[in-house]
């Protein structure tokens, strides 16, 4: 119930256009533009780390599909039972702000691979470290905020990221 108790404080925090704003963040066409506009960035001022760069977010995407949104989100429900998102769980006290999700709360897919991708973009980009983290700050409290996850949710979601970060850049150090 602690959890719970945490999700509805920051429910209720906001207005109409606080809400619009973190209703964008957490869009998922929000989302692909900005990822596909960083990768153009990159391509654009560095194009001799490219294919590197690529290669890293094409590892994490990978990884976020495969493990995240395929074994986690989908193989896993067939042995155990799924974590209601709060405001699914909790109707009388969390209202849903933004696009309604009904799969498994748990991890927080959002997160996961926002963490992912600005690990790899750290990487490459070290001065990218504190508008990343803020990104990743906004991000958090935005899910809290719309009442689909769970703190533990977001927890898992941030270290499944930076695992799957860790593993690309290992995996292109290990290449190069």
């Known amino acids: 119930m602690f ?10 925090i906001g207005s109409k256009n606080f809400d619009d704003f973190l ?48 074994i986690m989100k989908h193989l896993l429900l067939y042995f155990v039972p799924k974590r209601k998102r ?11 702000i933004g696009k ?3 799969d498994s709360s ?10 992912a991708m600005l690990f790899v973009v750290i990487a490459f980009y070290p001065s990218l470290l504190f508008l990343s983290v803020i990104f990743v700050l906004v991000m958090a409290f935005s899910r809290l905020h719309s009442g689909m996850h769970y703190p533990s949710d ?5 270290i499944l990221g930076l695992l799957y970060g860790w593993i690309a850049m290992e995996i292109l150090k290990s290449v190069s």
């Open 23 to 70: 209703a964008l963040v957490n869009s998922i066409r929000f989302l692909a533009i900005f990822w596909v506009a960083i990768i153009i960035i990159a391509i654009i001022k560095h194009p001799e780390i490219i294919n590197s760069f690529l290669v890293a977010v094409g590892i994490v995407t990978i990884l976020h599909f495969g493990i995240t949104e395929g």
């Open 3 to 12: 959890e719970i108790k945490i999700v509805q404080y920051f429910n209720r």
């Open 154 to 158: 977001i927890l898992a979601g941030i």
């Open 100 to 102: 309604k999700f009904s």
């Open 86 to 96: 709060p405001y699914v769980a909790y109707p009388d006290l969390i209202k849903s």
């Open 106 to 115: 748990f991890p927080s897919s959002h997160m996961a691979s926002t963490v």
